[in-house]
C-alpha cells in the first residue's frame, strides 16, 4: 500500500491539474526580437523537392520518397533561436518534425545538440515534444541524451505556435509560446555544450523509436506528413563574435535566468504536462549524467 498511494496521487494529480493555460509567464522574449526573413538566416539543406516557401511560410514535407531539412547560413556561440510551427494532424506514428541547433557536420560522430522535436502519434494520443541536450558524444555509439518529454496544453495542429531555445554561456532555456518549459544549466563543462552551433529545421521518418519507443511506425498510406513553420527568431552570437557578444536575455533583468513568475510557470508546466525526465529514469545509468 506504500507504493501505491504514491502511484494513485500521481495519476489523481496529473488527471486533475493538467487543465487550461499556465500561469502567465510575465514576459514574453520573443517580443523583444524582430523577425527574420527565412532566406536571410536559412537555406535549404536537404529534400529540396519536399519543400516551399511562400513569403514568410515555410512548408516541407515526408513522403516514401524523402524527407527535408534546412540550416541556418551561419553557426552561433550563443542566441535566442525560435520559430512557429504548425503539426500535421492524424496519424504521424514515427514522423519527426524538428527544430534545434546541432555541430554535427562540424563534429561528426562527437557532436553536441540541443533539440526541439515533435514525437508523431496515433490520432487517440497527443503529440509529445521532447526536449534533449547531447554533449560531445551522440552518433558514435555512446549516445548519452538529455531527455525532458512534454504534453502540450493545446493541440499542436490546429494552429501556429511559438517554440524557442535559448542558450547562453550560462544555461539553455526550452520555451513554448513564451512559457519557459525547462531549464538546462550550466554545471560544469563536461555536461554543457560549448562549441558553435548551427540551427536546423527538419521533418524524418524515426519509425525505430519516436512513437513508443518503436511500436508505432510510420505508415506512408498517411502521406505526405507535412510541418509548417514560420515566424523566425534568430538575434545570436555568431562564431567568432569573441566577448564583446551578449546573447539576449530570456527574462526582464538583463542578467539571465528566470524572473520568479516566469519559474512559477515553468514549475506549473513541469508539474502538470512533464511526461519523462531522464534524471527521474531508473533504467538510466545516471553516473554519465552527472548533472543529475
Not at 487517440?124 to 554533449?135: A, C, E, R, S
Not at 498510406?221 to 536575455?249: D, I, M, T, W
Not at 516566469?262 to 554519465?288: E, I, T
Request: hydrophobic letters at 30%.
Amino acid at each position: 500500500m506504500a507504493l501505491f498511494l504514491p502511484i494513485l496521487l500521481f495519476m489523481f494529480t496529473t488527471t486533475t491539474n493538467a487543465q487550461g493555460n499556465p500561469p502567465s509567464p510575465g514576459y514574453n522574449p520573443s517580443s523583444k526580437i524582430e523577425t527574420v526573413a527565412f532566406n536571410q538566416a536559412y537555406e535549404s539543406l536537404w529534400g529540396p523537392q519536399n519543400q516551399r516557401f511562400d513569403e514568410g511560410l515555410v512548408t516541407i514535407w515526408l513522403d516514401k520518397s524523402s524527407g527535408s531539412g534546412f540550416k541556418s547560413k551561419g553557426s552561433y556561440e550563443s542566441g535566442f533561436f525560435g520559430t512557429a510551427v504548425k503539426l500535421h494532424p492524424g496519424y504521424t506514428a514515427g514522423v519527426i518534425t524538428s527544430f534545434y541547433l546541432s555541430n554535427n557536420q562540424d563534429h561528426p560522430g562527437n557532436h553536441d545538440e540541443v533539440d526541439i522535436e515533435f514525437l508523431g502519434t496515433t490520432p487517440d494520443k497527443p503529440y509529445t515534444l521532447q526536449t534533449n541536450v547531447y554533449i560531445r558524444g551522440s552518433g558514435d555509439g555512446n549516445i548519452i541524451g538529455r531527455e525532458q518529454k512534454f504534453h502540450l496544453w493545446f493541440d499542436p495542429t490546429e494552429d501556429f505556435h511559438d517554440y524557442a531555445m535559448l542558450w547562453t554561456p550560462d544555461e539553455i532555456i526550452f520555451f513554448v509560446d513564451d512559457v519557459p518549459i525547462r531549464r538546462y544549466p550550466r554545471k560544469s563543462d563536461d555536461t554543457f555544450p560549448t562549441r558553435p552551433m548551427y540551427v536546423y529545421g527538419s521533418i524524418w521518418d524515426a519509425s525505430s523509436w519516436a512513437t513508443e519507443n518503436g511500436r508505432y511506425k510510420a505508415n506512408y498510406g498517411y502521406q505526405p506528413f507535412v510541418g509548417r513553420y514560420s515566424n523566425f527568431k534568430l538575434e545570436g552570437c555568431a562564431a567568432g563574435s569573441g566577448q564583446s557578444c551578449s546573447p539576449p536575455s530570456g527574462s526582464p533583468s538583463n542578467d539571465g535566468g528566470l524572473s520568479r513568475q516566469q519559474v512559477a510557470a515553468m514549475h506549473w508546466v513541469q508539474r502538470n504536462y512533464k511526461v519523462y525526465d531522464y534524471c527521474s529514469d531508473p533504467k538510466r545509468d545516471h553516473s554519465l549524467t552527472p548533472e543529475c
